[in-house]
């Protein structure tokens, strides 16, 4: 039995949609170094799909999502949570809002993939792969402009045919098509000289399966969820999940390939759609 600890309880503001949700909570878990149930991470989830979809706001095609997301914030805080991270990367176009109704700190994901890719040490160009509404809010360029990276965005023809159609395709569970549509969109940034290319909607690693390192591609479910842990505990999650692969002991559902569901993961560096199976 190892060592209780007394984390800060975590608020994981959801629904945005559902299978994205248990992506990123089944990675906290995942990332978190615990040897017993009791040094696990305190989390509140709140699912609720019902949210106004984000990207039609921000194109103005539907409600803005700004009340409801604040509400769950606040009912995330009355409810215990001291952090609070949004599974969801169009929302946080809304994260000025959300924090002034949490009233503690929110952890914002651009920030936390900057910060990967500066502690990885990338340079060159960073491609992003994200929702129109996201890439039109530009909370993703400025932070990676800010951290001295140059973005490059896929063409609008590739955004709207590719990148939104395997988001759609994701969301309505059609697996097959939201794989095809981003292989060939992260295909696309790489061959026009991409370094990186950051998964900046939380359907995409569920599309490509990507949850391990020594890639092109960056999870940004999975940076969020490395910032949960340490928001919640202080750990450096990327060493014990290091040390997990490299002993064996990693989650066997890693090496899981599903044609008819989502990724598990790819333990192999990023394919082109044409070698894809």
């Not at 979809?53 to 914030?73: E, I, M, Q, W």
């Not at 001291?82 to 169009?90: M, P, R, S």
Request: charged letters at 20%; aromatic letters at 4%; hydrophobic letters at 40%.
């Amino acid at each position: 039995m190892g060592q209780v600890l007394h984390p800060h309880t975590l608020g994981l503001l959801g629904g945005m949609g559902p299978a994205a949700t248990v992506d990123v909570l089944d990675k906290i878990v995942r990332a978190t170094p615990a040897t017993c149930d009791q040094e696990h991470i305190p989390i509140l989830v709140r699912c609720i799909p019902q949210i106004p979809d984000r990207s039609d706001a921000l194109l103005g095609r539907g409600p803005s999502p700004a009340d409801a997301l604040a509400r769950g914030a606040r009912e995330l805080r009355r409810s215990g949570a001291d952090v609070l991270a949004i599974a969801c990367n169009t929302a946080h176009h809304w994260y000025q809002a959300i924090h002034e109704a949490f009233g503690l700190p929110v952890i914002h994901i651009a920030e936390t993939v900057a910060q990967d890719l500066l502690e990885s040490g990338a340079s060159g160009s960073i491609g992003i792969m994200a929702t129109s509404g996201t890439i039109l809010s530009g909370f993703y360029q400025r932070s990676l402009e800010a951290a001295g990276y140059n973005v490059l965005l896929p063409s609008p023809a590739d955004q709207a045919g590719l990148v939104d159609h395997a988001v759609a395709c994701a969301k309505s569970g059609d697996w097959k098509g939201a794989r095809r549509g981003a292989h060939i969109a992260a295909d696309g940034l790489f061959r026009r000289g991409a370094a990186r290319v950051v998964l900046a909607c939380t359907e995409l690693p569920l599309a490509l399966g990507l949850s391990t390192p020594g890639h092109g591609l960056l999870d940004a479910n999975m940076a969020l969820a490395l910032a949960c842990v340490r928001a919640t505990r202080g750990d450096d999650a990327r060493t014990y999940l290091r040390a997990r692969r490299h002993d064996g002991t990693g989650d066997q559902r890693d090496n899981g390939k599903h044609d008819d569901g989502p990724e598990k993961a790819t333990p192999h560096p990023f394919r082109p759609p044409e070698e894809a199976t």
